[in-house]
């Protein structure tokens, strides 16, 4: 072997490694913030699970303290209204904060994209 012929190979090896590095490290990227992903959309519907008990507590006892039907459905009127815009600002947040590079990976952009995406994974962990 002539000296270009083993630097031809080492050359190609170096390149080789190079590239599989990135990819490699590109795709443990993706796997690991897909997971992270997940597992933020469990912790947010969580998060709306219990806000939802608490209206619920919140409305009922309104209700026992003698408080006049009309005003409570005002209340639960812009309760609804501000649980909405929250629940909203949730997803915006969740997307302007992710990285640019892998917003790819998003399979939603709105609240009840991100519920649907949930139920999926729900039912991906129960089979």
Same mark, same amino acid.
């Given at each position: 072997?002539?000296?270009?012929?083993?630097?031809?190979?080492?050359?190609?090896?170096a390149l080789s490694y190079s590239?599989?590095?990135?990819?490699?490290?590109?795709?443990?990227?993706?796997?690991?913030?897909?997971?992270?992903?997940?597992?933020?959309?469990?912790?947010?519907?969580?998060?709306?699970?219990?806000?939802?008990?608490?209206?619920?507590? @919140?409305?009922?006892? *309104?209700?026992?303290?003698?408080?006049?039907?009309?005003?409570? #459905?005002?209340?639960? /009127? +812009?309760?609804? %209204?501000?649980?909405?815009?929250?629940?909203?600002?949730?997803?915006?947040?969740?997307?302007?904060?992710?990285?640019? @590079?892998?917003?790819? *990976?998003?399979?939603?952009?709105?609240?009840?994209?991100?519920? #649907?995406?949930?139920? /999926? +994974?729900?039912? %991906?962990?129960?089979?």
């Open positions: 072997m002539d000296f270009i012929e083993v630097a031809s190979w080492f050359l190609g090896g590239f599989m590095s990135k990819f490699m490290g590109y795709y443990h990227a993706v796997i690991i913030l897909s997971d992270v992903t997940e597992h933020l959309l469990k912790m947010i519907g969580t998060v709306v699970e219990d806000v939802s008990y608490i209206r619920t507590m @919140k409305y009922d006892s *309104l209700s026992k303290m003698d408080i006049p039907e009309e005003e409570i #459905e005002n209340i639960m /009127k +812009i309760d609804e %209204k501000v649980y909405y815009n929250w629940k909203t600002s949730i997803i915006v947040k969740l997307i302007s904060n992710y990285p640019r @590079k892998f917003r790819y *990976l998003l399979t939603f952009h709105s609240w009840d994209g991100a519920m #649907e995406e949930l139920d /999926k +994974i729900y039912k %991906k962990e129960s089979r």
